[in-house]
DNA sequence: CATGAATGAGGGTTCATTCAT
DNA sequence: GATGAATGAACCCTCATTCAT
């Protein structure tokens, strides 16, 4: 049996995503959760407490993956970069409820301790892409030095846009939104592009 | 003397930004107006309207600059793909305040108003889009046929993504939030960065 | 027609004196008052608010009534202070229900305002009390010079103890809580008392 | 080792005297004894019953005194009461954190229990003092018959009083909280005054 | 046409107490 | 006997909106 404190953090991230953190009352959360409204003080002090601690959860989660695949010896830089990329797409894809929120709040919240999550997540990948893209242009790999601030924002922008546009995208196709197929080769295109797009800034050529 | 009607949105617009819809009160929005909190009611009908008023008027103004650029005949496809570009940053860096707002309702609101507009005005991005890179493929400027959808999400979200990280890069880098300075040369930066990605993908090359 | 300001405040005063102030609920006193809950922040911000608005309408009073008597040139030290005796016995009786509060402030409240009041009531008490004793003995009116801090700590607390008292005293003596002339004559009595205590420590005597 | 339910009793009292009783929270009270907060209806049964046991303790203690002193054979009338005038002060100067609450009670409670130790106390001393007073003055050293009523009114108001009122006076005077010097002549000097009161008001004279 | 007093619903949170373990 | 997770009622307050003037 799933605890009571993990109801509630689903039912919040569902909700949260769905209408947003403000929209989103206790009394929602505590009925969609199976629970007495008074567990959420109980368990997370306060709804924006809640808020945290959901970023708390989905954040560790995603602490470790970048490390594992840095540390690898058997792959060159591209396709360390292309790894990344795979595994960031499938986990915004599996995690759309969550990415939804964290753009949302990255748009207006003023928590700090989300601010910080959000800061610490960007410098990490600034970081990592910057080490890649130095390496690799010294291995003759890259034959470009992009601005890694906009190699960023272009992969993150364009990853979290199309994922945003692709109910439009189904409904104007008149596809139903169960048809898992359809997002199936949505992604994959997806990933593609975002591949390609890489491949031009750091000047990567295939052999 | 402007108008109170005007007063009403353009505090709305503001605070809407700075604390996202559902955390702004009327009669925040009132006090900052100048006005009676009754006034929002009565111009506006409800809250929710006077966000949709917003979008009215945001909205009309952008209407009419892509058919604009279209109708040239002085102008390469890739020029005015160019010039797109160009307007679109400098809008959206002008409206930053109102392209924020646009951005969280795209993440949260079920305003079907809005949703129509934003619709819209995403088809009618894709249909240039369409247009421009047949049109050029045609007359031999552009070597490649990409995905328009994922073109698009690539240029706005690369653009809007780069929007939203410019007060963090700017912490980062020690600036003062009003060092405009700084801001021009991001900007700028951002705007050849996206047409760079665009060239690739539309496999352009400049002679 | 009485205004629903005035509704709220008597109705508070009223339950707060019977219940206390944290055992009152503001549904309550909206309930008492006749008017819709939402009154009592549209009107005083707050609960704590309102306490104090009750003691600004209280104190206010009560300010001038001491002056009044203090610049009497007709009657002499032991006169004043018989007078200042009769006023406030008769105002302690009349507003019963305040000091009520007032008493139950002075041991638990930490609220700064109603702290201020208390400690500027006393201070100006101790003052007048002061200048009279010091003056009724030079004109060899009084013969004795007490501890002013005491005196008055007897007069206000010999009276406030005495008014608590009242109604177990009624129900030792099997009187009706109603029956107006027992108080009288306690109040009488009560009068007296203090007056003859006051004497005794001024060594004031009747010639 | 302090057993828990003694724990509970003793942070009651202080938070009670503190903060009031509806002010305090079982929670704080539990955090305050270091028990679990169940403890609190487990042992007491409910918070309005935790300050019914507060006063059964409180209470019992101060049962025998007063007997004790009556019995005496060695001490005449006035003797007696400057002895109970002694022990009282003594009493109410220690158990500042208790009489605090006692008179809270005595202003808003409701509880039945708690009336009636009050009133027991109240008649108790009422009729001590009327035996003591009745045979001073059979005995020749009183030379009056005050309302004994308003006597007790008189010496428990004043005490009371001049006890609340000690902190602001040290404030005034710009003492520390922890000059206890301070303390010792105020309360001296208060055991004094009230005996001279009483003394006046049942016409002793010392010989 | 414009106002501001007034509304009722619903917000998040805290409360004393209970009950299965 | 002792625990702490869990409860439901009630708390004060803020909300967007209305309506008599």
Redesign the pocket.
């Known amino acids: 049996m799933i ?3 993990h109801n509630i953090l689903f039912a919040a991230e569902k909700l949260f995503s769905e209408k947003g953190f ?1 929209k ?7 009925r969609e959760a199976n ?16 808020l945290v601690s959901l970023f708390d959860m989905r954040m560790a989660e995603s602490q470790s993956f970048l490390d594992e695949i840095l540390i690898r010896q058997d792959i060159n830089e591209w396709q360390k970069i292309s790894l990344i990329i795979d595994r960031y797409t499938s986990r915004v894809r599996e995690l759309k409820v969550f990415y939804n929120i964290l753009q949302t709040e990255q748009l207006t919240n003023k928590n700090e301790q989300i601010i910080k999550y959000l800061k610490n997540s960007k410098l990490g990948y600034l970081k990592v892409y910057e080490d890649l893209a130095k390496q690799g242009f010294e291995n003759k790999i890259f034959k470009l030095r992009p601005n890694i601030a906009l190699l960023h924002a272009t992969l993150i922008g364009t990853m979290f846009y199309a994922m945003n546009g692709l109910p439009m995208y189904k409904e104007y196709y008149k596809k139903t939104a169960s048809d898992t197929t359809f997002d199936d080769n949505y992604y994959a295109e997806l990933n593609i592009h975002i591949k390609q797009v890489l491949k031009n800034l750091l000047g990567y050529e295939e052999n």
């Open positions: 605890s009571k404190e403000e989103t009352s206790t009394r929602e959360i505590s629970v007495n409204i008074s567990m959420i003080s109980y368990y997370f002090g306060s709804k924006e407490n809640l």
